[in-house]
T-cell receptor, first 117, second 115 residues
Framework: AQKITQTQPGMFVQEKEAVTLDCTYD???????LFWYKQPSSGEMIFLIY??????QNATEGRYSLNFQKARKSANLVISASQLGDSAMYFC??????????????FGTGTRLTIIP | DTGVSQDPRHKITKRGQNVTFRCDPI?????LYWYRQTLGQGPEFLTY????????KSRLLSDRFSAERPKGSFSTLEIQRTEQGDSAMYLC?????????????FGPGTRLTVL
């Protein structure tokens, strides 16, 4: 089974509108971390936001917020007031556990977001 | 504070040749990771280091692949006898073991094309 599922291969959004990128995850570990990264056409993965499984509140970073629904195992990224520079691939990723050795991130297949002027 | 850097940014090679990539992490970061990303996919974990010790290797890291981090600073990833299936973006990331997040910060990647 896929550990990270991103069901939207591509999205088109009008500039200044809000956009929600979907991410569901699968883990039996009670301790995990969820990350969102942005990858422009240049290729670099840019860290956007983090949510820990024990965090009581949804994470926010500027225009980015994470809609964390633990029971549904979803961690959707919300971008408010989208800008042309938001056009990129967006990846959801998970780090399972806190034990030494569980270091790797597991990524979804990504969503390509295009902002329309 | 400079970010993660990788060299070269692009590499074109012929099948059967050896290639080596370098990654320089953020200076105070003690953990360094290598990932591979093929077209249309998310990055896949290859290996990671804590200081100079290589602590985990993915099954994706065949015998033709070797990674080192000799002094706990920069790292190299070598691919011997390259195959066309090795064509991918190779991403390096680093993190600091503090705060519990272990957020990984990525470099710009090295795009490998094997002809």
């Amino acid at each position: 089974a896929q550990k990270i599922t991103q069901t939207q291969p591509g999205m088109f959004v009008q500039e200044k509108e809000a956009v929600t990128l979907d991410c569901t995850y699968d883990t039996s570990d009670p301790s995990y971390g969820l990350f969102w990264y942005k990858q422009p056409s240049s290729g670099e993965m840019i860290f956007l936001i983090y949510q820990g499984s024990y965090d009581q509140q949804n994470a926010t970073e500027g225009r980015y917020s994470l809609n964390f629904q633990k029971a549904r195992k979803s961690a959707n990224l919300v971008i408010s007031a989208s800008q042309l520079g938001d056009s990129a691939m967006y990846f959801c990723a998970m780090r399972e556990g806190t034990d030494f050795g569980n270091e790797k991130l597991t990524f979804g297949t990504g969503t390509r977001l295009t902002i329309i002027p | 504070d400079t970010g993660v850097s990788q060299d070269p940014r692009h590499k074109i090679t012929k099948r059967g040749q050896n290639v080596t990539f370098r990654c320089d992490p953020i200076s105070e970061h003690n953990r360094l990771y290598w990932y591979r990303q093929t077209l249309g996919q998310g990055p896949e974990f290859l290996t990671y280091f804590q200081n100079e010790a290589q602590l985990e290797k993915s099954r994706l890291l065949s015998d033709r692949f070797s990674a080192e981090r000799p002094k706990g600073s920069f790292s190299t990833l070598e691919i011997q006898r390259t195959e066309q299936g090795d064509s991918a973006m190779y991403l390096c990331a680093s993190s600091l073991t503090a705060g519990g997040r272990y957020t990984q910060y990525f470099g710009p990647g090295t795009r490998l094309t094997v002809l």
